[in-house]
């Protein structure tokens, strides 16, 4: 069975800092890997997928199959960076996406 | 162009009665999605259109879901007798094909039973 886990729902974090979203998954075989961004009252959107391997928003994330993770970073954190995370994944050959709990950030300033 | 449209954007409906939740997705995709966004819980799948067919009907939570899809474009999710775990926020997305692309997601219908 598939599963995608984000271990915190709340982040806090001071304008400025880095900031790291961590997602981890479990799956037989390649799946592939992305981050999603909901913004206070903005549609779910996508922020990146693995196979690109952008840097969006200053935002970037490795896959690391050994330890079936795909935690999300930012160096320096910005108050705009505030939103709820998902982080999702989806087979080779699949259509559906197969969401986390999700993960709300809070930049201070 | 216009994105991924869902009507109603709120919706209080009493436990038991039906409703009817719309997706207008971006044309010309042929693929389209219903997942629900529950409190603490994520989006959880529900059902996958490929233009009119539903291959997958699989997240439907029980036989009070159902949907359908006409001309290969808007879709409509019902739920009869609805209830109050039925409360959640339902995203419909759409894509240009079924595998390997982006999903575009709409601004989901805020269901509340009370």
């Known amino acids: 069975a598939q599963r995608v886990t984000q271990p915190e729902k709340l982040l806090s974090v001071f304008k400025g800092a880095p900031v790291e979203l961590k997602c981890n998954y479990s799956?037989?075989?390649?799946?592939?890997l992305f981050w999603y961004v909901q913004y206070s009252r903005q549609r779910l959107q996508l922020l990146l997928r693995h196979i690109s391997r952008e840097s969006i928003k200053g935002f970037t994330a490795d896959l690391n199959k050994g330890e079936t993770s795909f935690h999300l970073k930012k160096p320096f954190a910005q108050e705009e960076d505030s939103a709820m995370y998902y982080c999702?994944?989806?087979?080779?050959?699949?259509?559906?996406?197969?969401f986390g709990a999700g993960t709300t950030v809070t930049v201070r300033a | 162009g216009a994105g991924v449209s869902q009507s109603p954007s709120n919706k209080v409906t009493e436990k038991g009665k039906d409703v009817e939740l719309r997706c207008d997705p971006i044309?010309?995709?042929?693929?389209l999605y219903w997942y629900r966004q529950s409190l603490g819980q994520g989006l959880e799948f529900l059902i996958y259109f490929q233009g009119n067919s539903a291959p997958d009907k699989s997240g439907l939570p029980s036989d009070r879901f159902s949907a359908e899809r006409t001309g290969g474009s808007v879709s409509t999710l019902t739920i009869q007798r609805t209830q109050q775990e039925d409360s959640a926020v339902y995203l419909c997305a759409s894509s240009p094909s079924g595998i390997g692309y982006e999903q575009y997601f709409g601004p989901g219908t805020r269901l509340t039973v009370t």
């Open positions: 999702a994944l989806r087979g080779p050959n699949d259509y559906k996406l197969s």
């Open positions: 799956y037989s075989g390649s799946p592939e």
């Open positions: 044309s010309g995709h042929t693929a």
